[in-house]
């Protein structure tokens, strides 16, 4: 194929009429990068599970353990950076001279990604004048270990990877009334965000807690996905 068709091709399976498509660019390349539909993220499900089956409820064994304490989750966390935050232990609610043999310990565990937007195919004219939607989705376990227990900021950064041109930031609520133990959906989508964006800075945080065991916070299918088309300025 010509130069001319692959980028015929690739406007035409991307629904990108209208959209600046410079000569300059090889656009064989851009077609064989598929940047647009597609999840950014690597790695996004590090525990092996899938939105669409229930998260595995937690193991509650009151045996003791050969093996040391663990403080962090498990999973392959390749392609994540990765760092826990430990909190002081909450004695707000215990009168004085009471008693306490033990309080829960709870930490965040943080993960994050720097997506490189350029590195992934995308190209400047596209995401200064024609401003693609940039989708975040993630899903996190619900549960009753405490009432905070997600964070998620997105932020899209310039090409200084310092300046922020948009970020969005989530702090959910949980229902500890009722116990349901499903996955929750965090979503937002980015648009009309103005020029100059070349990387998306995706940070989540997960709370632990440990009390004999060890009680984590799962998620899985983290996205950062650019579409093909752009909602109504």
Request: glycine share 6%; net charge negative.
């Amino acid at each position: 194929m010509s130069a001319v068709d692959w980028k015929k091709r690739c406007e035409a399976e991307w629904s990108l009429q209208g959209a600046p498509m410079p000569d300059r660019l090889d656009w064989k390349s851009v077609y064989e990068a598929k940047p647009l539909g597609r999840n950014l993220l690597r790695n996004p499900s590090p525990h092996g599970l899938s939105k669409d089956i229930p998260p595995p409820e937690p193991e509650v064994t009151g045996v003791p353990r050969d093996e040391p304490p663990r403080f962090e989750p498990e999973g392959d966390f390749t392609g994540w950076t990765t760092s826990r935050e430990d909190l002081p232990e909450d004695t707000s609610g215990i009168p004085p001279g009471v008693a306490v043999c033990q309080l829960p310990q709870y930490s965040w565990f943080s993960m994050e990604q720097l997506v490189d937007l350029k590195a992934e195919g995308l190209w400047e004219e596209l995401l200064d004048d024609f401003q693609p939607d940039i989708v975040i989705q993630d899903w996190y376990e619900e549960s009753q270990l405490h009432e905070y227990i997600y964070q998620l900021r997105v932020k899209l950064l310039g090409a200084d990877k310092k300046t922020v041109i948009s970020e969005h930031a989530a702090n959910p609520t949980e229902d500890r009334s009722a116990y349901s133990h499903t996955w929750k959906e965090v979503s937002h989508v980015f648009s009309g965000y103005g020029p100059g964006v070349r990387y998306v800075h995706f940070l989540h945080r997960l709370k632990n807690q440990f009390m004999v065991e060890f009680f984590p916070t799962l998620f899985t299918g983290s996205s950062v996905i650019v579409r093909p088309t752009r909602s109504n300025r």
